[in-house]
Nanobody
């Protein structure tokens, strides 16, 4: 199973970005998908996760109300729509997958990881 994340870039505070993660291999519809981020000098942080159904989502407290995760099982793709970005959102963003019925915020429970995409938000 391979994950390819894209969509990062340099934006200004208040702007929006959409990250994309394409999954190849395995049966995408049976994967719980997550987005995590890691800023310099900080621990990896759960950002958002989505279960098998589109309505089964969870968000980290720092992004709740600003970010939205979605999946398209026909395209083997998960998205992270990020709105109202601020400098504290600057980090490398990783998508991750685990073959499970249960949505989890715990990074160690994810089996597959993408290479990361850098998001930089200037003030």
């Amino acid at each position: 199973v391979q994950l390819q994340a894209s969509g990062g870039g340099l934006v200004q505070a208040g702007d929006s970005l959409r990250l994309t993660c394409v999954v190849s291999g395995g049966t995408f519809s049976t994967y719980v998908m997550g987005w995590f981020r890691q800023a310099p000098g900080k621990e990896r942080e759960f950002v958002a996760g989505i279960g098998w159904s589109a309505g089964n989502t969870e968000y980290g407290d720092s992004v709740k109300g600003r970010f939205a995760i979605a999946r398209d099982n026909d395209k083997n793709t998960v998205y992270l729509q990020m709105n109202s970005l601020n400098p504290e959102d600057t980090a490398i963003y990783y998508c991750a997958a685990v073959r499970s019925r249960l949505l989890t915020r715990v990074g160690l429970r994810y089996d597959y990881w993408g290479q990361g995409t850098l998001v930089t938000v200037s003030s």
